[in-house]
Nanobody
């Protein structure tokens, strides 16, 4: 089983930046990649970005050119750099691992980290 812990959220003004971190431990050899997901109030959780073990990345259209996902294998940590934040980016952000596809993450979710974009 893989354990993932997210941190780095907070309150930021529109146009600002935040960097989220996702620290992994446990059976990380079973991981093919890590995805960042978010859930806004009243909405379903959605995939925001993902990165494979080889470093390939994918982004949702809504965050493309604003968010960047990266990883530090030595630290077993994945990051999500969020720039030009908009109020609609407000959500709880989660990271999760997957074996085959970021659309099929492992069934265990952490507590997430709250990101609030507001003036």
């Amino acid at each position: 089983q893989v354990q993932l812990v997210e941190f780095g959220g907070g309150l930021v003004q529109p146009g600002g930046s935040l960097r989220l971190s996702c620290a992994a431990s446990g059976s990380i050899f079973s991981i093919n990649g890590v995805g960042w997901y978010r859930q806004a109030p009243g909405k379903q959780r959605e995939l925001v970005a993902s990165i494979t073990n080889s470093g390939s990345t994918n982004y949702a259209d809504s965050v493309k050119d604003r968010f960047t996902v990266s990883r530090d294998n030595a630290k077993n940590t994945v990051y999500l750099q969020m720039n030009s934040l908009k109020p609609e980016d407000t959500a709880v952000y989660y990271c999760n691992a997957y074996a085959a596809s970021p659309y099929q993450p492992f069934p265990y979710w952490g507590q997430g980290t709250q990101v609030t974009v507001s003036s």
